[in-house]
C-alpha cells in the first residue's frame, strides 16, 4: 500500500504564519507548508543539521514554535540590490 504524502494530507489550521500566536507548537506537516518547504526538507535539515530552524523534540515527536517559523521565514528574506 502506498503512503500518503504527508504535506498534502495535513489539515490546514491557518492559511498564513501571521494567524497563529508565536508561542504555538506545530508539528513538521503544519510548520512545513506554513513556510512553503516539504515536510522532508524539515526533516532533512534536521537530521543533517543544515537547516537553521529550532525545534522541540517531545519524546518521538517533533515541534515547532510559531514564532522560530517566522524569525526563520524572516531571515531568509533577500532584499533586491539596487543595480544603477
Known amino acids: 500500500m502506498r503512503r500518503k504524502n504527508p ?4 489539515p490546514v489550521i491557518a492559511k498564513s504564519l501571521s494567524e ?21 526538507h524539515l526533516e532533512a535539515g534536521r537530521l543533517r543539521h543544515t537547516l537553521k530552524l529550532p525545534f522541540y523534540r517531545i ?21 533586491p540590490s539596487d543595480t544603477k
Open 59 to 79: 519524546g518521538n515527536s517533533v515541534r515547532y514554535k510559531v514564532g522560530d517559523l517566522i524569525a526563520f521565514r524572516d531571515k531568509c528574506r533577500v532584499e
Open 20 to 40: 497563529l500566536h508565536p508561542e504555538a507548537m506545530v508539528p513538521p506537516t503544519i510548520a512545513g507548508p506554513l513556510l512553503g518547504i516539504a515536510t522532508t
Open 7 to 10: 504535506t498534502t494530507t495535513a
